[in-house]
T-cell receptor
Framework: DAGVIQSPRHEVTEMGQEVTLRCKPI?????LFWYRQTMMRGLELLIY????????DSGMPEDRFSAKMPNASFSTLKIQPSEPRDSAVYFC????????????FGEGSRLTVL | GESVGLHLPTLSVQEGDNSIINCAYS??????FIWYKQESGKGPQFIID?????DKRQGQRVTVLLNKTVKHLSLQIAATQPGDSAVYFC????????????FGQGTTLQVKP
């Protein structure tokens, strides 16, 4: 299995631009998670889905952030408009079932907003 | 509130020695803990987990100990190797079956050759 696939791996953009991060979970996994990692705040859960339905989005910073999972094999995290403080590494992870502690993480998308 | 904390931000050990990474938690209702490893430039990777009805669990070269009395968790790595150099996260699993994982700040393990 190829694992969780994220794109792009690196993105540099200017403040105010729209950013779309993409994730393909492991086939057969029912839960998908978006995390953000910064030096100051560590790893933060932004949102997670179970069977394509958002379960908990309490970690989404503000209305500029939105996430979708139109089908079991694809999810997007969108930031519009982006701000410098959004600069971070964004990780997508998937798990076989809800409630397990074993998540499989992608390699992350490093976002820099100038 | 809930918190998962590490006792030391950086641990340096000699190759071949055993490593012990400690973690404290504050929520008495915590019933499921997980250790993750993150190598530079990569995503976190699951190592081992333990439920509150156990006080010890062993994997390949790793052992997790849970002391519910003092709310303390530790990860022991036997015969530490250069490939073990990474950041180690003590992770708390949210109550119920929500699937929400709360990561601590992490301990950096440096293995000296």
């Amino acid at each position: 299995d190829a694992g969780v696939i994220q794109s792009p791996r690196h993105e540099v953009t200017e403040m105010g631009q729209e950013v779309t991060l993409r994730c393909k979970p492991i086939s057969g996994h029912n839960s998908l998670f978006w995390y953000r990692q910064t030096m100051m705040r560590g790893l933060e859960l932004l949102i997670y889905f179970n069977n394509n339905v958002p379960i908990d989005d309490s970690g989404m910073p503000e209305d500029r952030f939105s996430a979708k999972m139109p089908n079991a094999s694809f999810s997007t995290l969108k930031i519009q408009p982006s701000e410098p403080r959004d600069s971070a590494v964004y990780f997508c992870a998937s798990s076989l079932r809800q409630g397990t502690g074993e998540l499989f993480f992608g390699e992350g998308s490093r976002l820099t907003v100038l | 509130g809930e918190s998962v904390g590490l006792h030391l931000p950086t641990l340096s050990v000699q190759e071949g020695d055993n490593s012990i990474i400690n973690c404290a938690y504050s929520n008495s209702a915590s019933d499921y803990f997980i250790w993750y490893k993150q190598e530079s430039g990569k995503g976190p990777q699951f190592i081992i987990d333990i439920r509150s009805n156990m006080d010890k669990r062993q994997g390949q070269r790793v052992t997790v100990l849970l002391n519910k009395t003092v709310k303390h968790l530790s990860l022991q790595i036997a015969a530490t190797q250069p490939g073990d150099s990474a950041v180690y996260f003590c992770v708390y699993h949210g109550s119920g079956n929500t699937g929400k994982l709360i990561f601590g700040q992490g301990t950096t393990l440096q293995v000296k050759p």
